[in-house]
């Protein structure tokens, strides 16, 4: 089987112990039967969560510590906040997991989440805080990315 490639947009609600589904064409995707293991973490740069398979984890940490300077206290402390802001979530056999309270703070979220597929990881957003963009805009942004791309191959 080929890289898992995961896309799409669903919503889901989170119980007051803090427990939600993770959609299930994302379980199936994933392979995700009971006692499958993700990777939690709040995003570098958005206020959302992101759900890593062990796999794709890995090589972030690995792409991480191959530009770090294990003798540099600024790259150790990047480093060890990088990881120490992450958790393993276990699902159950019934496909839900916990989101530990720090982390529905961190990512404002109350009852009601969305889950985005990344292509290699799903981000987990309180719904309405994921902004949607008009496709007039996204249009004109990609378009801008993709020409440029496309004149540094000649």
């Known amino acids: 089987m080929g890289k898992i490639r995961l896309i799409g947009t669903i919503e889901a609600k989170v119980d007051m112990k803090g427990r939600v589904f993770l959609p299930a064409v994302f379980r199936r995707l994933l392979g995700a039967g009971g006692d499958y293991h993700l990777i939690l973490r709040k995003d570098v740069f958005?206020?959302?969560?992101?759900?890593?398979?062990?796999?794709?984890?890995?090589?972030?940490?690995?792409e991480l510590h191959a530009r770090l300077n294990r003798w540099n206290r600024k790259h150790q402390d990047i480093f060890r906040r990088f990881v120490a802001d992450a958790e393993w979530i276990?699902?159950?056999?019934?496909?839900r997991f916990l989101i530990p309270k720090r982390y529905l703070r961190m990512a404002a979220i109350e009852q009601e989440v969305v889950f985005v597929g990344m292509d290699d990881t799903i981000e987990i957003w309180a719904k309405g805080k994921l902004l949607s963009e008009n496709s007039e805009s996204i249009g004109n942004e990609l378009e801008d990315i993709m020409s440029q791309s496309a004149g540094s191959d000649e």
């Not at 276990?90 to 496909?95: S, V």
Request: glycine fraction near 8%; proline fraction near 0%; charged fraction near 40%.
């Open 46 to 62: 958005e206020d959302c969560l992101v759900l890593y398979t062990e796999d794709e984890w890995y090589k972030r940490l690995d």
């Open 90 to 95: 276990t699902l159950d056999a019934g496909g």
